[in-house]
């Protein structure tokens, strides 16, 4: 076997993630390491932790990278907070809210959902009204489902999970740095995140954050290495059932003890450490706003080819559409070409919408105006060769006035 070096072809990913990822981050993954507990290993893991609460708008000590994707983070939050036999409520308005549901179950929770059918979101009094009948020890919901492109608002959720004292626990991966999100003034106390959407980076680094609450039951539940363990200690029925996913002990690593857990993924860390920085350079809300602007003007492009988007455009994430696949055109077949000829990648869809759904998106480095306008004409150009009946600029023309009315 030989192989040659990696050398990937140019892409431009306008899919609902991973997306392309910004230089500047490509260029800190190839700094080189240091030791584990070398000065600037450990200075750089506490500056990336006062860069994270920045970026979740949160005064919480708590808040560390845990390795691995944005579904490790779910996976530590989760085992970390639920013991077997505790009750946790989900609700659903897309995939990732069904995720959360396996991964509670795995952790032997006894799991409650309330549903909205995808496209749409839960009014805070559908969520209060389960709490009361459910009486959850952990509410866990999604904020930006891709799935459905839909953003669930949580401003309220927070006020009414402290009322019925249940913690509060939120995925924010497609969400955070590209539309707006409040750790501590919405009262969330435990929130995980990924770097391939808004925040511009690869997969392979969960940014968490706990408040001092969730902490006190990390803390309860955490396991103390065997070998550590002095004589007489011992192990608690409801002790986190996991390893590598146990927040105590990743707590304990990350902070002032650095107690040895894992290794630290330093290239990941850089990595998170650059999202961060260049999120905070550019400004959260210029962020938001930048996202927004493209995001709309995607929108008005699509709707100018004659597309139908998809969902309750009233809770539409920034950073993400989804459109009909129309009448008579295979939707595999014009990604294939999308990709093939122009070098452009756009999502399919899961579940209910596989088949009848495009998702495209305009986030973290590729929520420019080029991005916008190339994959609207390129876009323009593999429907109308697929037979469908497209106006002429439609797309791009569109979404230039979108651009002009924002200026
Ligand atoms: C994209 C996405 C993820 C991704 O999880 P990975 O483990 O990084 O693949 C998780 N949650 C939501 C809501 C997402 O949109």
Redesign the pocket.
């Known amino acids: 076997m030989s192989a040659g070096p990696i050398d990937p072809p140019a892409r431009l990913l306008m899919g ?2 991973p997306i392309t990822v910004y230089p500047r981050v490509l260029q800190a993954m190839s700094a080189q390491l240091v030791g584990q507990y070398d000065p600037f290993m450990t200075a750089t893991m506490t500056e990336t932790q006062a860069l994270y609460r920045d970026v979740f708008a949160t005064a919480n000590d708590a808040t560390v990278l845990v390795d691995g ?3 490790a983070g779910i996976e530590a939050a989760l085992v970390s907070l639920v013991a077997p036999g505790d009750r946790v409520l989900v609700p659903r308005f897309g995939r ?1 809210g069904h995720l959360l549901v396996e991964i509670a179950e795995r952790c032997g929770a006894e799991v409650h959902t309330i549903d909205v059918p995808w496209g749409q979101v839960f009014a805070p009094e559908a969520i209060e009204a389960a709490i009361r009948e459910v009486r959850p020890k952990v509410l866990a919901i ?1 904020h ?3 799935s459905t492109t839909l953003a669930q608002p949580l401003d309220e959720l927070g006020a009414i999970c402290r009322e019925h004292d249940v913690l509060f626990y939120c ?1 924010t ?2 969400s955070l740095g590209g539309n707006e999100f409040q750790t501590d003034a919405w009262g969330l106390d435990a929130v995980t995140a ?1 770097l ?2 808004c925040l511009g980076g690869p ?1 392979g680094a969960a940014p968490i954050t706990l408040s001092p609450r969730a902490v006190e039951v990390v803390e309860s539940r955490k396991s103390i290495e065997a070998g550590i363990r002095d004589a007489d200690s011992v192990v608690r029925a409801d002790r986190i059932r996991s390893n590598y996913f146990d927040l105590g002990q990743i707590l304990d690593y990350w902070g002032p003890a650095r107690l040895n857990h894992h290794t630290e993924a330093t290239t990941m860390l850089y990595s998170a450490r650059e999202c961060a920085r260049i999120l905070l350079e550019e400004g959260i809300d210029a962020s938001i706003a930048r996202h927004r602007l493209h995001g709309d003007a995607m929108l008005a492009g699509l709707q100018g080819l004659g597309l139908v988007p998809f969902g309750d455009l009233a809770h539409k994430m920034t950073n993400v559409v989804g459109v009909e696949i129309p009448e008579g055109v295979h939707g595999d077949a014009v990604r294939s070409e999308l990709l093939a000829d122009y070098g452009i990648e756009i999502g399919t869809s899961f579940g209910p919408l596989h088949g009848r759904v495009w998702r495209i998106g305009t986030m973290g480095y590729n929520a420019r105006r080029d991005t916008v306008l190339v994959t609207l004409a390129a876009l323009e150009a593999v429907l109308r060769r697929n037979g469908a009946r497209v106006p002429t600029g439609g797309g791009t023309e569109a979404a230039l006035d979108s651009y002009r009315a924002a200026a």
Do not use: C, E, L
């Open positions: 609902p993630g994707t944005s579904r990732f999604v930006g489902d891709t995925d991966t497609a990924g391939q959407k997969s």
